[in-house]
């Protein structure tokens, strides 16, 4: 495009014959108005001319500024991009290094820790002169509400007195609620737990160098002869932890409702474990055949008295909202099922009856001390004590055994019965313990 300049020889021209053009005209006067009409259209056309300079001057302006600028922020953009592409890769390479050092770390954490438990291991294998230093303290993770309140009467097994209810409530500060889910897809569930009732259980934990592992303990099911303890299910182990299957009846939050169970009310239980039919049922396991004789314990026959069911009845109000059971019958119903073995010490069942003579409340004395040194299903320890089995182990009479009460407590009410030397129970009250 021409700059400015290239349109002043133009101008310079029509200014000039303007000129000459307006003296011809004037000198003949007569031509007057054809010269007005003359200057006026040539004024006309020096306007275009001027107007169409500046515009073309205006224009030229505007392209040189806007290339300018163009060519400013053209020069701009690439500073920047320079500037912004050179932070972005220090940034990233700020980056790589800090991530490089957070895998070296943790790298150098896990074999830290592969170290100590390695150590840790080494450590518990060496063989160690006190205990305390092997030992590893666990806390209960559930705690068992049962319907036999104390150990007098609660069975021996597992599974033997079915309607046995009891509810397995998990601590909610150590057992989210949603580890029990699923387990109510199994039909039964394993159950380790702590014989808490033990009276040498803090001699054992807490003195360990101080109490004395007895070898051998005395069996129910032969009479009270010894045999080994690692060879039965006695409590009284060197590590007292107890192991029982039970029916899964329900899952409510973290409540699991049993039954079938052979636990006494407060037992805290360490683990629960679902029970698989496929590895948990060997076929073919051998036992010896003392544990095949399964109906030494078991009575000949269970009735209730006349007035039993009105005194229940009695009873059942205020232990009713507690109870595990819905209605009085099913907890009759219970009583005859845990009645049906015969739940007496190996004390109870050999050493002489009192005469007849002999007043209940003076029986009831008797057996609350029974009750406080013996464990129906479990009297090792009060046999080893009392010598009972070494007192000659005849029965008495019919007449002379009838003559005794004994007590059995479920969920807070105090069963009484008597057994007969043909072990027929005869269960006559039960009052509010």
Not at 10 to 16: F, G, N, R
Not at 74 to 87: A, F, L, M, Q, T
Not at 185 to 190: D, K, Q
Request: glycine share 4%.
């Amino acid at each position: 495009m021409a700059g400015p300049k290239s349109q002043w020889p133009s101008l310079s021209v029509t200014l000039a014959f303007v000129s000459l053009s307006a003296t011809t005209v004037i000198s003949r006067e007569s031509q007057f108005t054809r010269l007005f009409e003359f200057l006026y259209l040539h004024l006309f056309s020096i306007k275009i001319h001027i107007i169409s300079y500046i515009n073309t001057y205006r224009n030229t302006c505007v392209h040189c500024l806007c290339d300018a600028a163009v060519y400013s922020w053209s020069r701009k953009s690439k500073s920047k991009s320079v500037s912004i592409n050179g932070e972005a890769s220090k940034k990233i390479e700020e980056l790589e290094a800090s991530l490089k050092d957070a895998l070296e770390n943790c790298a150098a954490e896990r074999k830290g820790r592969i170290r100590a438990q390695q150590a840790l291991r080494e450590t518990l294998r060496k063989p160690s002169d006190k205990i305390e230093s092997t030992s590893y303290p666990m806390a209960p993770i559930a705690v068992v509400h049962s319907c036999f309140s104390t150990r007098n009467g609660t069975p021996r097994q597992p599974l033997l007195v079915p309607l046995a209810k009891a509810s397995l409530i998990c601590d909610p500060t150590r057992v989210p609620q949603a580890s029990l889910e699923g387990l109510e897809g199994y039909s039964h569930c394993w159950i380790i737990y702590v014989f808490h009732l033990n009276t040498d259980l803090d001699k054992l934990w807490k003195q360990p160098s101080q109490s004395k592992i007895k070898a051998k303990v005395r069996v129910p099911s032969l009479n009270g002869e010894r045999i080994g303890v690692f060879a039965t299910r006695s409590p009284h182990r060197p590590c007292p932890i107890g192991l029982t299957v039970a029916k899964v009846e329900a899952v409510h939050g973290n409540t699991v409702l049993l039954s079938g169970v052979d636990l006494v009310d407060g037992t805290p239980v360490l683990d629960i474990k679902p029970y698989l039919p496929y590895c948990d049922n060997i076929q073919g396991a051998t036992v010896p055949d003392w544990v095949k004789v399964d109906n030494v314990l078991a009575v000949a026959s269970v009735n209730f008295s006349e007035g039993f069911s009105s005194s229940l009845a009695d009873c059942w109000s205020p232990v009713e909202k507690k109870s595990l059971y819905p209605c009085p019958d099913e907890f009759q119903s219970l009583i005859r099922q845990v009645l049906s073995w015969d739940i007496r010490s190996m004390s109870q069942r050999s050493r002489p009856h009192q005469p007849s003579g002999r007043t209940e409340a003076q029986t009831r004395s008797d057996n609350d001390v029974g009750k406080l040194l013996n464990d129906s299903w479990r009297a090792e320890k009060s046999c080893q004590e009392d010598g009972a089995l070494e007192n000659g182990g005849e029965l008495v009479s019919s007449s002379l055994a009838s003559d005794v009460v004994y007590h059995l407590i479920l969920e807070g009410l105090d069963v009484s019965y008597r057994i007969d030397s043909d072990s027929n129970v005869l269960v006559e009250c039960v009052t509010v313990a």
